[in-house]
């Protein structure tokens, strides 16, 4: 535990501990959000470069719980049929990792959260974007912006999400494809920020105690998402993209 207290204080680590609860449980109703909450919630009472770090671990074992639900060759399926999103996102988060220390964190949190917040009002507004899945330039495009702020925050669940809602994704299958995806860019985020040295042998302890807290979430959470039909799924998906957009905007405009 001593490492552990060279970063944070006993008190901070039990909030700590808390925010990642809160991740897991949002994370197992609609899939997504673990990062964006754990980045917003950690970064206000220790270093960015600590509250990513603290991120990596339970993002990586979350989304391979959450890809896997339904079995391998249902994950193998997702693979597939996004495998053009997986590359280009994969392609950019490993360029834009190595940006982390240089890019203004309040430009970042702009980029993250305007589109977003902009889709998400549209379509709770009843504007619903409708996107083929046959446009490959459209999945390319998005999973370019998804990659480049994946890399520099941790966080590329906004725009991923919002490319699913508007492909019509199937409650089950979204979950499954949001795991398969998100798994496999937590794959390269580790190994990226290994490279970035935001991971090292003083901050992945911290990241792995971040672990327990989250699955537990995810489990209480998973509870409620097998409740919970369709339209209800999406309208919880799409309140938590816009108050997670909002509280990016807020961040970036307020400092804090």
Known sequence: MDMFFSFISPAHLAIAFAVALVAGTVKGMVGFALPMILISGLSSFISPDLALAGLIFPTLITNGMQAMRQGRAAALDSIKRFRVFLLVGLCF???SAQ???????HILLLIIGVPVMTFALMQIAGRNIV?????????ASVAAFAGLIGGVSGVWGPPTVAYLTALGTEKTEQMRVQGVIY??????????HIGSGVVRAETAPFSVAMILPAVIGMWFGGKIQDRIDQAVFKKATLWVL????ANLIRRAVMGF
């Not at 816009?242 to 957009?245: H, K």
């Open 93 to 95: 988060l490993l360029i």
């Open 99 to 105: 940006m982390v220390r240089v890019l203004p964190h």
């Open 131 to 139: 996107l083929s899945s046959a446009n490959r330039r459209v999945e």
């Open 183 to 192: 798994g496999l860019g937590a794959i390269a985020l580790l190994f990226a």
């Open 242 to 245: 816009l108050i997670a957009s």
